[in-house]
């Protein structure tokens, strides 16, 4: 299997979330992941292992601009989506152009929501959707001192 192979449309998703929901539990989250880094990885793999099946949600190049501004993102949305789908605890990586994912969410009705720890629960979009639905919400530590922003502030000071 190719890694672009991971990249898919809702469409696709519709097809293969029956049988993935067969095999155990189906978890997704979502973000820009703009440049990969260690904060990204750990976080990913711990979703991943919340269930059996992990989809990640990516923000378009125009839902990153309108998020983080007009020098964002630094990648483009198909290297980042083929970063992402190169991972191996990454099953289906699909976009989404809106400001939030929530109508993605209510689209895929995942086993698990997941997001990093600087988020309570009651401030995740579409946990109200997941939760009625009979699946749960989580949360996973992040790794201190990643992130995106801090990656482009040093690459900045090195001029």
């Known amino acids: ?28 989250t979502n973000g820009c992941f703009d440049i990969l880094h260690l904060g990204h990885v750990d976080y990913l793999e711990k979703a991943r292992n919340l269930g059996q099946k992990l989809i990640v949600g990516l923000n378009t190049d125009a839902s990153v601009q309108r998020l983080k501004g007009a020098n964002r993102p630094i990648c483009d949305e ?3 989506a ?6 191996e605890f990454v099953d289906a990586v699909v976009f989404f152009d809106e400001e939030t994912p929530l109508e993605l969410i209510s689209f895929l009705l995942p086993d698990i929501l997941v ?8 401030n995740i979009v579409g946990a109200d959707v997941v939760i009625k639905n009979g699946g749960k919400v989580e949360t ?5 001192g990643y992130s995106t922003t801090n990656v482009i502030e040093k690459i900045k000071k090195l001029k």
């Open 82 to 87: 083929r970063v992402m789908a190169s991972l």
């Open 115 to 122: 997001k990093g720890n600087d988020y309570s629960v009651e």
């Open 140 to 144: 996973v530590p992040l790794v201190n």
């Open 78 to 80: 198909n290297s980042r």
């Open 1 to 28: 299997m190719k890694t672009s192979d991971k990249i898919v449309t809702k469409e696709q998703l519709k097809n293969l979330i029956p049988e993935w929901k067969k095999h155990g539990k189906l978890v997704f």
